[in-house]
């Protein structure tokens, strides 16, 4: 008889449905399914936290398509998961939680870390269940998959109890369940393409919105060609950065405010009209604006704004439909309009601004001389993961992506605290992938406190990340350190210090070097260029450089605040 047990069948189940990497943090009743994870040839990476863990799975998922898992322990340890749950949830990225749970026997008896752990994972997720018994299990694992997948995608959770990890079945009572397909793809209505285009051709200032959900449904091929073959500008959204290069000559990022603004037209492709997008509301957009809106959820059409065309289905699917549309008809915007000439002015005059900011030579250096020298250096193919508040806002504008799903941060959820868990996971399908890619983290000194001890993580398994800690002393700004000691000598810290202030030149390089990896205290540009040379260099450890700005340094004028409007 050939029996297997509960482990090896989550095990099994996940692979059989192409899952090919687990994150987690294993203990009581979970560390078999671990175990079993790896003998099924799922590459398992032990993190630091759950919450971490949770993030790097999820990002897996947008990486390559397909789901990755996040093992984790009962109570407690799922507790420390929902984060990143509701994190891919809010995002669209698939992931699936596997989470222990308290033995079936001990059921509201104040079992170990007893929770109500399927109830509480339905407010984060897709679809929450527990196997009824060790032959479900297949079943269920393969409905946690196609359901973190299809649709708007998502987090899904399978719930174990603890007395069937290690119970046992007989192999032929377990029915076997094939491997579920990629989303059936869907097209929009055909008298809607025609529709869209005409509107197009009428508007005199359109304007096309990438969202990352084109770079999650792999349109960049269709996108490039229907960008070039219709001469429309173009906008990426923080994340839809690179699914058309950030250096194409119809990219208008430079000239953002102004685009969203005066465009009468708006094609939205993979993005929500958000708090990322204003809302697509005044003052930030024209009031009159037509939206034409591409989404593969139906509940999304005319959240905020009500869509002049809504397209129904998959993305990269409808981008080819207007092209057609567009070749057929043989129109393109011409590039002579007033409204390129707009956008290109404008383009060019906060291109000037940023490079006098970049090209100041004081010491501590501030954020556009730190990025300006910083994308100088950077492979075009390198993951560019990036979280902070000036960091992340300045670094989006400074660091140009190149090609699609190569950014990753706080995205839809603001999250602070995923960065390191999403250079792990980049890290851990590149070594899969050996495509040569460098992975680089550029973090807030505040949003790297969050996740920091993950560079252990990094340091374990070799995982060559380059970790770039912009420290200005604080959250958004911080004091330097003889300010820090005057402020000590008035009496106790908690009633003085602002809230805002951290550490001043926290050695954030030496977390590091503590774990074997390479750390670089940066003060100067030339400092800069060296240590990130040296660590472009190094593909055997992770580094991190700590580079020290000045406490106060900002960003440019916004012509609008958005999100900097503290009284700060």
Known sequence: MDEVTGAQLIAESLKSQKVEFMFGIVGVPIIEVAMAAQAAGIKYVGMRNEQAACYAASAVGYLTGRPGACLVVSGPGLIHALGGMANANI??????????????????????????????????????????????????????????????????????????????????????????????????????????????????????????????????????????????????????????????PSCVAAARSRALLQADVVLLLGARLNWILHFGLPPRFDPDVKIIQVDLCAEEMGNNVRPAVALLGDINAIVTQLLECVHKEGWKYSSGTEWWSTLKDKVTANAKISKALALQSSVPMNYYTVFHHVSQLLPHDCIIVSEGANTMDIGRTMINNYLPRHRLDAGTFGTMG?????????????????????????????????????????????????????????????????????????????????????????????????????????????ELRSALQLSLSDWEKPSLLNVLIDPSSDRKQQEFPWLTRSNL
């Open 91 to 248: 995002n669209c990225w698939p992931v699936v939680v596997i989470g222990g749970s308290s033995d079936q026997n001990q059921e509201t008896a104040g079992a170990f870390q007893e929770f109500p752990q399927v109830e509480a994972c339905r407010l984060y997720s897709k679809f929450s269940a527990r196997p009824s018994s060790l032959e479900a299990i297949p079943s269920v694992v393969e409905k946690a998959v196609r359901t973190s997948m299809y649709g708007r995608p998502g987090a899904c959770y399978v719930d174990i109890a603890g007395d069937m990890v290690n119970a046992k079945v007989d192999r032929s009572k377990v029915r076997v369940v094939s491997c579920c397909p990629s989303p059936p793809v869907s097209l929009a209505d055909h008298a809607a393409i025609t529709e869209a285009i005409t509107v197009l051709k009428q508007s005199k200032r359109p304007l096309i919105i990438i969202g990352k959900g084109a770079a999650y449904g792999r349109a960049e091929a269709a996108l490039r060609d229907f960008v070039e073959m219709s001469g429309l500008p173009f906008l990426p959204t923080p994340m839809g950065k690179g699914v058309l290069p950030d250096d194409h």
């Open 418 to 526: 995923v960065g390191l868990g999403f250079a792990i996971a980049a890290a851990a399908v590149e070594r899969s992938e050996n495509k040569g890619q460098r992975i680089v983290c550029v973090e807030g000194d505040s949003a790297f406190g969050f996740s920091g001890m993950e560079v252990e993580t990094m340091c374990r398994y070799n995982l060559p990340v380059i970790i770039i800690v912009v420290n200005n002393n604080g959250i958004y700004s911080g004091v330097d350190p003889e300010t820090w000691k005057e402020m000590a000598k008035m009496g106790d810290l908690t009633s003085i210090a602002p809230p805002v202030t951290l550490l001043p030149e926290a050695r954030y390089d030496e977390v590091m070097t503590a774990f074997g990896g390479r750390g670089f205290l940066v003060r100067t540009v030339e």
